[in-house]
């Protein structure tokens, strides 16, 4: 489930890898480039793509939409195998325009999924296509609530730094190792919280028995919450069910299900 709003627009535009290298013990970046990038329309924040990565027929990125539809996803699907692109949704990172160079962090956990093993094996000059899909992030003001899993890093890191610099609130950050934790330039008033889940523990565990003994404002807030499905669901439905918010009071989405 989700209450983001996708906004698509400026069509395809081809990349290519520039440089990959591991950031933290769990997070891998990959930066792109590409004379199509001029067209990009940065928001910052939590802005994110289509990011679609070639099968063994490198011809298959030629089939990417101009819009992601129900109509042309199935179109994709109808491929055959051997040209059918992958895709997922990640988070814009960092944009230099001045270079032309666009970050993507991918969460790494071994060898399985897609996404993840193809930016430990990105080499400068592979091929992908990116498709902007907006900003989920609602220009909230007042006090601030954030919670994520690791998956959700890039967008928290990137509104903590975009945010003016009186914005105040918490942030939380669930992950598997503090040593995947990452420094930001946020405002002075937003606290932001590593925290640490435990062997055995869930996704979401963290941040939701956190949730509970934190205080929050009775008026004049907002909440956003991404990364695994129950801890985006969880944190609106403590809110809404436990404290009282209204449902237009929280944004949350759902990144991956466990």
């Known amino acids: 489930m989700s209450t983001i709003t996708v906004t698509q627009e400026g069509g395809p535009l081809r990349v290519e890898v520039v440089r990959a290298e591991r950031i933290t013990p ?25 990011l679609f990565l070639p099968s063994a027929d490198l011809s298959g990125l030629d089939q990417v939409p101009q819009r992601m539809t129900i109509g042309s996803y199935r179109k994709l699907q109808a491929l055959p195998e051997s040209r059918r692109p992958t895709v997922r949704s990640y988070t814009l990172r960092n944009w230099r325009p ?14 399985s999924g897609v996404a993840g093993p193809w930016s430990l094996a990105a080499r400068p000059g592979d091929p992908a296509v990116i498709l902007d899909q907006g900003c989920g992030w609602p220009d909230a003001r007042g006090h601030l609530l954030i919670a994520a899993d690791e998956t959700g890093i890039p967008a928290v890191l990137g509104i903590l730094r975009d945010l003016p610099q009186d914005a105040r609130g918490v942030a939380m950050i669930e992950v598997a190792d503090l040593a995947d934790a990452q420094g930001v330039d946020a405002p002075e008033g937003m606290d932001l919280q590593w925290l640490l889940r435990r062997p055995g523990q869930n996704p979401g565990d963290a941040v939701l028995a956190a949730l509970v003994g934190l205080g929050l404002p009775e008026v004049d807030r907002h909440a956003f919450a991404v990364g695994e499905s129950r801890l985006a669901t969880g944190v609106r439905r403590h809110l809404v069910k436990q404290r009282g918010w209204c449902k237009g009071e929280v944004t949350f989405c759902g990144y991956w299900k466990r």
Do not use: N, S
């Not at 001045?98 to 060898?111: K, Y």
């Open 26 to 50: 769990h997070m891998q970046r990959v930066t792109f480039t590409g004379a199509d990038l001029d067209r990009l329309h940065w928001r910052g924040f939590d802005q994110w793509v289509r």
């Open 98 to 111: 001045e270079t032309r160079e666009l970050d993507i962090d991918f969460v790494i956990h071994g060898d």
